[in-house]
């Protein structure tokens, strides 16, 4: 199973479309009061900001340099088309999550090498990268669960094979927020339990 999650999706979309803002830490999301950041670039997360903060703490950590802008919707819809249909011209679209990410199942990777995956991933990000304009990271693994650690180990702009002979070993040592479905509460709560890693989890 692969997935691919493109990387910090709708402020590179910004910065894709309005090039004067390449290279800069751009926050998207919204700007009243409660506003909660929809997407940072890797520029803005070098200070400490990222998906789902409050904006007002984003800003004060990026600073007077942060571009703060609004989501464009429709803009973000048309890139995400353009990335699947990309996506579909190597490999069926199993599931696809959101804008930004999705699972796939090439058939001719069914007991494939390492390698042979490895190289198919390398040549699925090239794709999306010359034909988009936009960076993706591709995880790959037994199953989803599996595949989806492994897009998140690769970021940014990168791959990942997770063999099934180091999954236990590699798995065990990963914080649980690193799962599929652990968000912070859950997180929290676990950590109140004293289970902070996978390996406790399954233990």
């Known amino acids: 199973m692969l997935h691919l999650d493109m990387d910090a999706f709708f402020a590179s979309v910004e910065q894709l479309t309005r090039p004067t803002l390449r290279g800069r830490p751009v926050l998207v999301g ?26 007002h703490q984003a800003r004060r950590l990026v600073g007077v340099t942060a571009v703060v802008l609004p989501p464009r919707g429709v803009v973000y819809g048309v890139a995400s088309r353009r990335v699947f249909d990309t996506v579909r011209g190597l490999m069926p679209v199993v ?8 699972f796939g199942e ?22 999306v990268r010359d034909e988009t304009g936009l960076v993706a990271s591709v995880g ?14 690769a970021k940014p702009d990168g791959i990942r094979v997770i063999r099934r002979a180091e999954e236990k070993a590699l798995l065990g040592g990963l914080a649980v ?6 968000g912070p509460v859950a997180e929290e709560k676990l950590h109140r339990l004293g289970i902070e890693t996978i390996g406790q989890l399954a233990a």
Not at 30 to 41: E, N, P
């Open 140 to 153: 790959a693994g037994s199953g989803k669960q599996i595949a989806k650690i492994a897009s998140g180990l």
């Open 177 to 182: 927020r690193r799962l599929w479905g652990i």
């Open 95 to 102: 599931e696809q999550l959101s804008h930004d990410e999705a």
């Open 30 to 55: 919204g700007l009243g009061g409660r506003g909660v950041v929809a997407g940072a670039s890797y520029e803005s997360r070098v200070f400490g900001a990222r998906s789902a903060m409050p904006m």
């Open 106 to 127: 090439p058939p001719e990777l069914t007991g494939a090498s390492a390698t042979d995956v490895e190289q198919f991933c390398q040549d699925l990000r090239r794709r």
